[in-house]
């Protein structure tokens, strides 16, 4: 079955970098394109981005063009998020979420657990 | 961009139908069939409950449809029962391959 399994929670310093994992399995991961999702406490829904497994290529949300970065390691079936400059707003749980076969369809039937990540001084 | 909108809460009695409304614009709900409702229960990750404005995935119940009209997308939610006590949120692509998500609503069966 499809499983989508996060690393595990994060504390940073302002200024900082945080990297978030997202191992997959059960699918190809090169089959299907991976979105990134954050909700701060108490607050809803923000799409960051996603990347393509196959290429590589990745596309962002304005605001966090320049501080972050998607990339892949298909020979353990893992995607990566790595955000930089890190502000209190950054403060969220962090999902990994699958889109559909080969295309972007911009639905997300499978999510991983989250990743909180913590920014304090 | 600035996010959907969405009511902040909705209610309904067990058994009877509620609607949730979704607003955006041309760019996004108005321009695009990839609509998706995800409902999220406190402290686990969102489930799709609707895609492609009127798509239900295998497994949600045929209580749960959607459409849209111009750029407002709805939720129906028939038939209230107890676990259908969440927040439910929409997204959209938006264009220039980004996507938008609404500002949830938290629905209360009575």
């Known amino acids: 079955q499809v499983q989508l399994m996060q690393s595990g929670g994060e504390l940073r310093r302002p200024g900082a970098s945080v990297r978030v994992s997202c191992r997959a399995s059960g699918y190809l991961l090169t089959a299907y394109y991976m979105h990134w999702v954050r909700q701060a406490p108490g607050q809803g829904l923000e799409w960051i981005g996603w990347?393509?497994?196959?290429?590589?290529?990745?596309n962002f949300a304005k605001k966090f063009q320049g501080r972050v970065a998607m990339t892949r390691d298909t020979s353990v079936s893992t995607v990566h998020m790595d955000l930089s400059g890190l502000t209190s707003d950054d403060t969220a749980t962090y999902y990994c979420?699958?889109?559909?076969?080969?295309?972007?369809?911009?639905?997300?039937?499978?999510w991983g657990q989250g990743t909180p990540v913590t920014v304090s001084s | 961009q600035s996010a959907l909108t969405q009511p902040p809460s909705a209610s309904g009695s067990l058994g009877q139908s509620v609607t949730i409304s979704c607003t955006g614009t041309s760019s996004d709900v108005g321009g695009s069939n990839y609509v998706s409702w995800y409902q999220q229960h406190p402290g686990k990750a969102p489930k799709v409950m609707i895609y492609e404005v009127n798509q239900r995935p295998s497994g949600v119940p045929d209580r749960f449809s959607g459409s849209k009209s111009g750029n407002m997308a709805s939720l129906v939610v028939s038939g209230l029962r107890p676990e259908d006590e969440a927040t439910y949120y929409c997204g959209s692509y938006a264009g220039r391959n980004e996507m938008i998500f609404g500002g949830g609503t938290k629905l209360t069966v009575l």
């Open positions: 979420a699958r889109d559909e076969y080969r295309f972007l369809r911009y639905y997300f039937e499978y």
């Open positions: 990347i393509n497994p196959n290429s590589g290529g990745t």
